[in-house]
């Protein structure tokens, strides 16, 4: 429900770029989803930096997105949302590509404007292609890569420290923001959901409310002294928001344990 979905993206107002992308040639697929997403607006930055979620800001350096920046999350669609959040609500443009499960009714709920927001489920082999036309007109791109044992593929081979190069060059000319589901090279900082505990569950009966997790983040800039903080992923309200001591206890119950 939370991390996947499955929700139908077509009951949304979310643009999302149909399938064809993926069959045609890399200069095709450049020119259509340009076409497509030519009446949007970027909205013009008046600082280097993107405001994400309030609850999420003391996981990253300078408590914010940095334009130009480059960022993956491990574990978890929902936090990777949660990034996208604060721009989305400031009226920023996002992308999420190469998430074909992605529940876009959830991201409604954790505050993602689905009118700004433009999905390419299926991008195929050409998903770099397809990134870095939207790099040129969204300010974050949310994108999970294929991938072959764990490493990032470029085509049908690891994806290189060139091209690896060339996208970060083009995000800082644009400002704009890259968020990836996998490994990635010279991020600006790594989140990962260490732990999680569900509410809801009872004695065999119930279903899932809420979760609890503890996200943990590193970065270059702190000199190796990771970071971590207890969050609703989402709570029972559906939204994103940081963990409470006092109401810890109280709306964490029943409760089924994972990681």
């Not at 397809?130 to 085509?155: C, F, I, M, W, Y």
């Not at 000319?173 to 509410?199: C, G, H, I, K, N």
Request: charged residues 20%.
């Amino acid at each position: 429900m939370f991390e996947n979905g499955g929700m139908a993206p077509s009951s949304s107002a979310a643009l999302t770029v149909d399938d064809e992308l993926g069959s045609a040639g890399n200069a095709d697929v450049v020119r259509e989803l340009q076409a497509r997403i030519r009446g949007m607006q970027r909205t013009t930055l008046d600082t280097r930096a993107l405001p994400t979620h309030p609850a999420l800001a003391e996981l990253l350096p300078g408590g914010a997105l940095a334009a130009g920046g480059v960022y993956a999350v491990d574990n978890s669609t929902t936090l990777a949302l949660g990034l996208l959040q604060g721009p989305s609500a400031a009226g920023s443009w996002c992308a999420v590509v190469g998430v074909p499960d992605l529940g876009v009714e959830a991201a409604a709920g954790l505050g993602l404007d689905l009118e700004r927001l433009v999905l390419v489920p299926h991008p195929g082999e050409h998903w770099l292609s397809v990134v870095s036309a939207l790099v040129d007109v969204v300010s974050v791109v949310l994108v999970k890569p294929p991938t072959r044992e764990g490493r990032v593929q470029q085509g049908g081979s690891r994806m290189s420290d060139t091209a690896a190069s060339r996208l970060a060059s083009r995000l800082r000319q644009r400002e704009a923001v890259l968020v990836s589901l996998t490994d990635w090279p010279r991020t600006d900082a790594r989140l990962t959901v260490t732990a999680s505990t569900w509410a809801g569950i009872g004695a065999g009966f119930g279903h899932l409310t809420a979760r609890q997790v503890t996200v943990s983040s590193e970065s270059r800039s702190w000199a190796g002294r990771a970071k971590s903080r207890r969050l609703w992923l989402p709570g029972p309200d559906q939204r994103l928001e940081a963990v409470v001591a006092r109401d810890d206890e109280t709306r964490l119950r029943p409760v089924l344990s994972g990681t």
